[in-house]
T-cell receptor, first 110, second 116 residues
Framework: EDQVTQSPEALRLQEGESSSLNCSYT??????LFWYRQDPGKGPEFLFT???AGEEKEKERLKATLTKKESFLHITAPKPEDSATYLC???????????FGAGTRLAVHP | GAVVSQHPSRVICKSGTSVKIECRSL??????MFWYRQFPKQSLMLMAT?????????EQGVEKDKFLINHASLTLSTLTVTSAHPEDSSFYIC????????????FGPGTRLTVL
């Protein structure tokens, strides 16, 4: 069964304290892994797509990496405005359907 | 690119009334749109997949007659919550597959529905 698990469930960081979020997945035939950011009361905002093991993508203080079993979202020197819930997702066996993890709620304090 | 809008952003209605939510892809044509529901501090729950010109595909447990979906054009899908009740109060979010036909979905800003 296709499954996506994110950890930790919640993460509290001090401003400037780098860390990583984890997304492990079980899917037959990976056709992409997606990272989204969701702010309270808003829809998810697309961040990255990763397609193959070893691939990396960067955007400002965020870097996403992918292995055959998991993906990491590295946050370097975070700022309070990086506080949000970060979701990862993979296409399910039906291709149309995205399988979402439960998300990591990140809080960055000044 | 890949901008999706939703209208309204918030709606409050009385129990028993119907509410329509619109989802539009602004800068691309979306053959497939999706409707999600999200409860507080939970992840997104897919309700249905909407294909332009055909009937929507509903997820198990989602009432088709309760949540009517219409995808009349390549840029517009609507979700109508019929005879709404307080338990239908939730955050509804639509998404659309981008013009590249890749698997990425781009999400609208969401609609907060409150049924009194």
């Amino acid at each position: 069964e296709d499954q996506v698990t994110q950890s930790p469930e919640a993460l509290r960081l001090q401003e400037g304290e780098s860390s990583s979020l984890n997304c492990s997945y079980t899917v037959s035939g990976l056709r992409g892994l997606f990272w989204y950011r969701q702010d309270p009361g808003k829809g998810p905002e697309f961040l990255f797509t990763l397609y193959s093991a070893g691939e990396e993508k960067e955007k400002e203080r965020l870097k996403a990496t992918l292995t055959k079993k998991e993906s990491f979202l590295h946050i370097t020197a975070p700022k309070p405005e990086d506080s949000a819930t970060y979701l990862c997702a993979v296409p399910g066996s039906g291709y149309n359907k995205l399988i979402f993890g439960a998300g990591t709620r990140l809080a960055v304090h000044p | 690119g890949a901008v999706v809008s939703q209208h309204p952003s918030r709606v409050i209605c009385k129990s028993g009334t119907s509410v329509k939510i619109e989802c539009r892809s602004l800068d691309f044509q979306a053959t497939t749109m999706f409707w999600y529901r999200q409860f507080p501090k939970q992840s997104l729950m897919l309700m249905a997949t909407s294909n332009e010109g055909s009937k929507a595909t509903y997820e198990q447990g989602v009432e088709k007659d309760k949540f009517l979906i219409n995808h009349a054009s390549l840029t517009l899908s609507t979700l109508t919550v019929t005879s709404a009740h307080p338990e239908d109060s939730s955050f509804y979010i639509c998404s659309a597959r981008g013009g590249t036909e890749g698997p990425e979905q781009f999400f609208g800003p969401g609609t907060r529905l409150t049924v009194l």
